[in-house]
């Protein structure tokens, strides 16, 4: 901080330069991110509430209004008709108040102390950290030969320590769905707590399904499923940072409540105090803007170039690691190893991102900012590199 104030011009002078060192999403450059440009009404929207504090709900009960409307829509969307839970930062805030609540539930009806969660191999890294946090321990289950939770290794898995079993729709590497049908079957029948990760799927599953989609069942209408995870800062395309967790039961967020007895609340359960609300007020009024119509068009259209690029890859001579089940696809060169490959495709001034399980491998995510265009340009440096 300087002894003297500065001119407001300078620090915009100042503030512009460092700007342009930033990559821009409207380029359709950056390939490996599940993140996109958030739509600029939700922009114009996340502006008028950047005063409000959803930790303190009792002075701003619009906006925590708001919040409750955008729980209740997500919860609708993902077949609960009475849904409770916030709008927090992401992905993996949300993942870790999920396995918080699971192990406080644990705690508190079964006695378990030094619990363990169950987790794929392919799960993302934020449930790393919530085990840190959490003191729990992280078993991993083994992945099938598709890539996906390995039922057989859930059962041997299963202890009088177990606190929950986590899958996930839509895996950050991947973009695979786990058997989440089978696996909340499981959870059921061992009374075990179950959450879905579908941070990246949750915005694209259901509309994909209703457009006639053949995608595994992965929500709330599983009985076995009792929170999930769903990012409105992906596919939603609601501003950063904007992440959803959903419950099935109030019990949930009740055994994370701590007193907050100076606030307008008795009681928060979220992980952080004071939030803001912003986010949820910006993701109403988007997803109200699009509507189930307007999603359902743009997942379409992302499946379609996931489709067009996975196409012209083979048709070079590419090697697709699996047939692609969300707007993701893993390939990789014949001849060139993956980082080296990685390092010709940045030389043309392409950002991806190299996915790690179960095999190194190029990752691109199709999200918004990538235009059939763009893929026409990327196949084009491609078939160079090649």
């Not at 005063?51 to 906006?63: A, E, H, Y």
């Not at 406080?104 to 799960?123: L, M, Q, T």
């Not at 707590?193 to 599983?222: M, Q, R, T, W």
């Not at 769903?230 to 099935?248: C, E, N, Q, Y």
Request: proline share 4%; hydrophobic share 40%; glycine share 6%.
């Amino acid at each position: 901080m300087k002894d003297e104030p500065m001119d407001k011009e300078d620090i915009l002078k100042e503030l512009s330069e460092l700007h342009k060192l930033d990559y821009d999403y409207a380029d359709g450059r950056i390939l490996g991110s599940m993140c996109t440009q958030a739509h600029p009404f939700a922009k114009e929207v996340y502006c008028k509430f950047l005063d409000s504090n959803l930790g303190d709900p009792g002075l701003f009960k619009g906006t925590k209004y708001l919040e409750d409307e955008v729980v209740k829509s997500i919860g609708n969307l993902l077949s609960l008709d009475e849904a409770y839970g916030n709008i927090v930062t992401g992905g993996t805030e949300a993942n870790i108040m999920a396995v918080r609540a699971a192990r406080n539930h644990a705690r508190k009806y079964k006695g378990i102390v030094d619990g363990e969660i169950i987790i794929p191999s392919s799960a993302h890294f934020s449930f790393k950290k919530a085990a840190d946090m959490l003191n729990l321990k992280i078993v991993e289950a083994n992945l099938d030969e598709n890539y996906k939770m390995d039922v057989e290794s859930v059962k041997e898995l299963i202890s009088d320590k177990t606190v929950a079993i986590v899958a996930i729709a839509g895996t950050t590497e991947l973009g695979l769905i786990d058997p989440i049908e089978e696996i909340s079957k499981i959870a059921l029948e061992n009374n075990i707590y179950f959450h879905v990760d579908a941070a990246f799927g949750g915005f694209s599953i259901p509309f994909l399904k209703e457009a006639g989609y053949d995608l595994p069942v992965f929500d709330f209408s599983l009985e076995g499923v009792c929170s999930i995870t769903v990012d409105p800062h992906k596919m939603g395309l609601a501003p950063i940072p904007a992440g959803g967790i959903i419950f099935r039961k109030e019990e949930y967020l009740q055994v994370m409540a701590v007193d907050s007895p100076y606030l307008t609340v008795k009681t928060q359960s979220t992980i952080v105090g004071t939030r803001l609300g912003a986010a949820s007020a910006a993701t109403y009024a988007i997803i109200n803007y699009f509507g189930k119509k307007g999603y359902s068009r743009m997942a379409q259209e992302l499946m379609e170039n996931t489709y067009y690029l996975k196409d012209g890859l083979q048709e070079i001579g590419y090697e697709i690691v699996c047939e692609p089940e969300l707007n993701l696809l893993a390939f990789n060169h014949p001849n060139v190893e993956t980082h080296e490959f990685a390092e010709k495709l940045e030389k043309f001034g392409w950002k991806v991102s190299i996915a790690k399980c179960p095999t190194e491998a190029i990752r691109v995510v199709l999200m918004n900012h990538i235009k059939r265009s763009h893929l026409k340009e990327l196949l084009e440096d491609l078939k160079e590199i090649y």
